[in-house]
Each structure stands twice: as structure tokens, then as C-alpha cells.
């Protein structure tokens, strides 16, 4: 009976690592669709463009203060 438990408890170190691997490419998986279907979507642009747009201005100002000093 004790080397039956001995390999029972092996198997699942065994199986163990296999496990983790499976549900870190299934969250990776999810991951890289989730960033896909936010990358396409349109409130992400009209943020990028807002952003951008914010970013300009701001090294605009900050070149004429610099030009100031």
C-alpha cells in the first residue's frame, strides 16, 4: 500500500506543472484577445487621439517656455 501512495503522490507532481503551463497559455490566450478586441475598438482611438493631441500641446507650451528662459 505504501508504494502505491509513494506513486500516486508522484503522478501528481507530475501532473502538476503540466496544469500551470495549460492555464497560463489559456490566460494568455484570453489576454491577447481582450487587448485585441480594445486595440480595434473605437473608444480606444478617439483616447489615443485625445491623448496625443494633449501630448502636442503640451510640448508646444513647453518649447515656448523653454525659448523664455
Known sequence: ME???GNKSEKKKEDLPQKNESWIDK???FID???DKIHKSDTYRKADET???ATKK???KAGRW???L
Open 3 to 5: 508504494a502505491d501512495n
Open 27 to 29: 490566460a494568455e490566450a
Open 33 to 35: 484577445e481582450a487587448a
Open 51 to 53: 491623448v496625443e493631441e
Open 58 to 60: 503640451l510640448f508646444r
Open 66 to 68: 523653454w525659448g523664455k
